[in-house]
């Protein structure tokens, strides 16, 4: 089991990449998200941020157990989860109006600079959940950036095509 919770916390060995884990751990969810979103719309993306979570949550019980460091920095489910909602207005967008996913990529790139931007500033609630020094801590401040990050989307593009008329 310890293995297989490994595999899971480092996303099968990204988490050992250096320099950056957790951005090379954002990087990972990108090519993951387009796939989940070609392959089941944005259906298929929400449960797919619920099972990243929930596989997430319990790699990292198991990997933090009996250790000091609450947030070994290889452990970067953390970091998918989080990066995957903060794709999720696009998915959404994307699968509603019967767009290719790949149409938003000004977004992708949005969503993919905001969330590591909040995650590594720990403004407001990313930093409350992250002083939690617990399992659903490790995983509750990257889903608070993401969502942060997800907003920050959905406004920019307001902007963009709504207030700018592009």
């Known amino acids: 089991m310890k293995r297989l919770a490994e595999l ?10 250096r320099p950056a884990p957790g951005t090379w751990g954002s990087l990972v969810a990108l090519p993951l998200g387009w796939l989940v979103h070609v392959v089941g719309g944005f259906p298929l993306f929400l449960l ?3 099972a990243t979570f929930f596989k997430g949550l319990w790699a990292t019980r198991l990997m933090t157990r009996d250790s000091d460091d609450h947030d070994p920095s290889e ?3 953390d970091e998918v989860a989080g990066q995957l909602i903060a794709l999720a207005p696009l998915s959404y967008s994307a699968w509603s109006m019967g ?8 977004g992708w790139i949005a969503a993919f600079l905001l969330f590591r931007l909040f995650d590594i500033s720990k403004p407001w609630l990313v930093g409350w959940a992250d002083r939690r020094g617990d399992p659903l801590g490790v995983m509750l401040d990257d889903v ?8 920050s989307v959905m ?12």
């Not at 899971?8 to 990449?17: F, H, K, N, S």
């Not at 406004?155 to 592009?166: C, N, P, T």
């Open 8 to 17: 899971i916390a480092t996303v099968c060995g990204v988490g050992y990449l």
């Open 48 to 50: 797919a941020i619920v």
């Open 75 to 77: 452990i970067v489910i």
């Open 99 to 106: 767009l290719e996913i790949t149409d938003l990529w000004p």
């Open 144 to 151: 608070i950036a993401g969502v942060f990050a997800a907003l």
């Open 155 to 166: 406004l920019l593009a307001g902007l963009w095509h709504g207030v700018m008329g592009w």
